[in-house]
């Protein structure tokens, strides 16, 4: 057990080294030559990665259309784009966007909230942020931290760097965080949740045609709350460009019957991310064990 330990914490010395590495060249690097290095190092190495299996898995049995040539190609494009959004992470402040759907955002910026904004693994999503923030929304996210402590201080850094003046705020996945956003919405804020993860105790929803367990939170929430949920996606223009694509509020389900608008609700959010990724596949991480054997 010892042994386990130490080989543990040696491992994490060696991640924290090589992401302290790889963000600091991108720093000297600037963001366009950065986030063009980054993705030709992913779409190089990442397909020859063990878990692009489960990316060729996942597009076999959701876009079963696809051949196999074109399931290669989207999986090495979905390298390139990782690629680039890890090493633009500490451009964020200096990467260029343009929004569509402004006006759906407007209430929000001029009255606050509570409100939850859903999106995906789509295009670059850490743009959504610093992006809202230019609207004088300051979104607080739900996120998955980091296995790696020290690692996970860097981007949430790199998060911090992206917005001026105070950081915007950050839920870290479990209990602890899941009462602090509870607080946060009833303060009336603003919350962003990246809803394409799996959630083996969440409930089943089609995702592209196939049943995916699915994390109903945003919509207990926003019936919680009496909130709207806005969908949103960003979309990759170029290096260091994006479109934050914002749509309408998604429709609250009629009745009383709580679990039937659960279901309805979550339904409509996994029909929203199904066309998104539809349209763009390589945009969306296909990395994620979605779907059950």
Known sequence: MARTSHMSRFLHRVEYAAARLLLGLSRRLGPERASALGGRIARAIGPLLPVSRTARSNLARALPKLTAAERD?????????????????PHLPSLTWEMEGREYLEPIAAHGGP????????GNWEVLPPALATMGIRM???????????????????????????PLPLFPKGSLGARAALRFLSQGGVLGMLADQKLNDGIAVPLLGVPAMTAP???????????????????????????????????VPPGEDRQAQILALTTAINDRLSAWIAERPAEWLWLHRRWPN
């Open 73 to 89: 190609r989207v999986v090495r494009d979905m390298w390139e784009n990782l690629g680039r959004t890890v090493a633009e992470l």
């Open 115 to 122: 409100a939850i904004l859903v999106s995906g693994h789509i």
């Open 140 to 166: 607080g996210s739900v996120y998955r931290a980091a296995d790696n402590a020290e690692v996970d201080a860097l981007i949430r850094a790199c998060r911090a760097a992206a917005v001026e003046g105070e």
């Open 217 to 251: 939170a945003p919509a207990q929430l926003a019936l919680r709350f009496g909130c709207p949920i806005i969908p949103g996606r960003v979309l990759r223009l170029g290096p260091c460009r994006f479109r934050l694509v914002a749509e309408p509020p998604l429709p």
